[in-house]
């Protein structure tokens, strides 16, 4: 975003890029990008180690979410499939994608033909570290997954018109999905961008809080968005990365642009300039991320019928979902255990015998559907055995970590039992919260929990009761 000018043709912003097309088949039409813009291709993105998931998807758009149903109108194509990798041409990885779309029927009739490359990323332009990763990052730690986006899409600029950027964490969850992509695409033929914010129910940052996700809709065969992207975001993008913000991906990167503190002038011209394209970026819920921390963790867990009644009209997910329900006591959701130490779960009961200060459980708790209000009371009722000099801390956190309600207990001897009830108040709504257990005491001391019960009720009047709450 720096106001840097055009550059010419014999100047481009950066080098050449040097992906190539390892190999297609289909029916192999040359399109046509003249005319309304209209979905010319799926994009996915791949690493080597994705090459799994990518086939598993496209064996279960053939069985469970055919992406075509309709027959294609007068004058109307198919899009192209196209997988994208990071790394060097590799015949393995071509035939095996080649070879699952040929055999699938479904999907073989849903494009227009299948289209694998290679960007052949150096290795400056192939990183991504995680949180508590240690590595050379010159171009920022996320540079792998921002440049493979940037060089898969400037090789379709001048055959695609909008590209569906799709990773293979999204999952379409409605037959004719391409019909629905096609149908936004004819809405928003000014635009640049169509996606999905977050909204799931991690906290975010406030900087980052409303950005689109990365898999959207992209409008590649507008030369204004190319003046954009090589003029102006893809070099502020890199710079920023590399000296400032080392964890910026490039989804986030137009939010965190409008976002910085320079933006706080209200005279700055950069707000001229972001007010000429800020229309240019739509949300839509055509597509529903829900890929934040939470989910990711398996602290809450959506079924498809979930976002369905949340999020009416959606055909394509990008995060994690669960066909079970076994989750659920009634309206009620427990997320994934989490322990630590020595800590077992049998036959409903919670025991924890060794180093005591180092064992812990954890889960959390929601209702299905709505929020924890500041209405809302849960009653937490157990039974615990230990010896007086051992015992537990119960800790209720909000999704932001901060402490919500605290108790600490030890036990009344060894082979006896006492019997706990704790209520807490939710001060403010939530969608959901975390209960833990640590535990302290001598060493080969034991603890035993057993008959763990959670109300949730308004006043004196009982909403909701879940039991089994250390099953697994």
């Not at 590399?242 to 910026?248: C, E, F, N």
Request: aromatic letters at 10%; proline letters at 6%.
């Amino acid at each position: 975003m720096n106001r840097r000018p055009s550059t010419s043709a014999a100047e481009p912003p950066f080098e050449q890029s040097n992906l190539a097309s390892a190999e297609r088949t289909g029916r192999g039409r040359r399109r046509s990008i003249d005319g309304p813009a209209t979905l010319s291709a799926v994009v996915c993105p791949l690493t080597a180690r994705e090459l799994p998931a990518a086939l598993a998807n496209l064996a279960y758009w053939g069985e469970h979410a055919p992406p075509l149903t309709d027959a294609p109108q007068s004058g109307e194509t198919r899009p192209t499939l196209v997988y994208s990798f990071n790394c060097e041409p590799d015949d393995t990885l071509s035939s095996a994608l080649i070879n699952a779309f040929n055999e699938n029927d479904v999907v073989n009739n849903a494009f227009e033909s299948v289209d694998v490359r290679f960007c052949s990323l150096p290795p400056e332009k192939d990183v991504y570290l995680r949180d508590g990763e240690v590595g050379a990052a010159p171009l920022g730690r996320k540079a792998g997954p921002n440049w493979l986006f940037y060089e898969t899409m400037r090789s379709l600029r001048g055959e695609a018109r909008f590209v569906f950027l799709m990773e293979t964490d999204c999952q379409p969850i409605a037959a004719n999905w391409i019909k629905r992509l096609q149908r936004v695409c004819a809405l928003n033929q000014d635009a640049w961008i169509v996606g999905s914010p977050y909204c799931g129910v991690s906290p975010l940052h406030w900087s980052i809080a409303r950005h689109i996700n990365g898999n959207a809709l992209y409008q590649i065969g507008d030369q204004r968005f190319w003046d954009f992207i090589d003029n102006r975001f893809w070099p502020w993008l890199n710079q920023y990365a590399a000296g400032s913000m080392p964890d910026l991906a490039y989804d986030c990167g137009w939010e965190t642009w409008l976002n910085r503190v320079e933006m706080e002038d209200a005279s700055s011209y950069d707000w001229v300039l972001a007010r000429d394209v800020l229309h240019r970026f739509r949300l839509s819920g055509f597509i529903v991320n829900i890929g934040g921390a939470a989910e990711q963790a398996g602290e809450y867990l959506w079924t498809k019928e979930d976002i369905v009644k949340r999020f009416p009209g959606v055909a394509i997910v990008h995060g994690p979902t669960t066909d079970s329900i076994e989750h659920r006591r009634g309206p009620v959701g427990l997320g994934r255990v989490f322990v630590r130490g020595d800590t077992s779960l049998v036959d409903g009961k919670l025991v924890v015998q060794g180093d005591l200060n180092k064992a812990g459980f954890r889960r959390s708790l929601w209702i299905v559907g709505e929020p924890l209000e500041e209405r809302h009371t849960l009653t937490l009722t157990f039974a615990m055995q230990c010896a007086k000099n051992a015992g537990l801390a119960l800790t209720i956190r909000e999704p932001g970590g901060r402490i919500i309600g605290a108790e600490k207990l030890s036990g009344v001897g060894f082979g006896k039992t006492s019997a706990h009830r704790i209520i807490q108040t939710i001060p403010a709504p939530v969608p959901y919260v975390r209960l833990a257990f640590t535990f302290h005491g001598l060493d080969n001391a034991r603890v035993s929990l057993s008959d763990l019960k959670i109300e949730i009720s308004q006043g004196n009047q009982l909403f909701w009761r879940a039991h089994r709450i250390f099953d697994r």
